[in-house]
């Protein structure tokens, strides 16, 4: 498979679980960013999104790279 469709594959579902993470968790505790307006719980809820996204997606290329790293080894 091309290298560059891996990579882009693995940020997308890195990302998608790390906001769906964050959602869940977020749901937990009583935020929402699907709420209507933008009151504290929609707020809270697109942070956590927002981070959990970031968290996502710096895992996956972590586990990427370490994999990568141990096939060339």
Known sequence: MNR???EGLTDAVGFLAGV??????????GFDPLA????????GGI???G???GIGLSLARRLRN???E???A
Do not use: C, D
């Not at 769906?20 to 505790?29: C, D, E, K, Q």
């Not at 209507?36 to 707020?43: K, L, P, Q, R, T």
């Open 4 to 6: 560059l469709l891996i």
């Open 20 to 29: 769906l993470v964050a959602w869940g968790l977020g749901r937990l505790v």
């Open 36 to 43: 209507a307006g933008y009151g504290g719980s929609a707020i």
């Open 47 to 49: 942070v956590l999104a």
């Open 51 to 53: 981070l959990g996204g």
């Open 66 to 68: 370490r994999r990568q």
């Open 70 to 72: 141990k096939n060339e």
